[in-house]
């Protein structure tokens, strides 16, 4: 049996890393099941301040989840790929197994 190269299991380490707070995932959350969002939506929908909301946006592109682009004086975020969507998405539902 063979293994990744320790290269990617520490970029693996690294992106759950980045989602394992709770803001960055109802950001991952939000954007996987309702598309590209302004940061002031995702703002209002992680209950977090302008500051503390970008800092968890930088975090979430630092680690390769998120892409943005400007429309206007707006900063528009979506999920880098449909990778993520799947890996929010199959956690989310593996969790609820747990509990159900």
Not at 94 to 99: F, I, T
């Amino acid at each position: 049996m063979t293994l990744p190269e320790p290269e990617l299991i520490d970029a693996a380490v690294q992106l759950f890393a980045a989602a394992a707070h709770r803001a960055r995932l109802v950001v991952l959350v939000s954007l996987s099941r309702h598309g590209p969002m302004s940061a002031g939506q995702l703002q209002a929908l992680a209950g977090l301040e302008q500051t503390a909301m970008s800092h968890q946006l930088r975090v979430l592109r630092d680690a390769n989840l998120l892409s943005a682009h400007r429309e206007g004086r707006r900063m528009i975020y979506a999920l880098q790929d449909e990778h993520v969507a799947r890996i929010v998405e199959d956690t989310i539902a593996h969790v609820a197994e747990e509990q159900g």
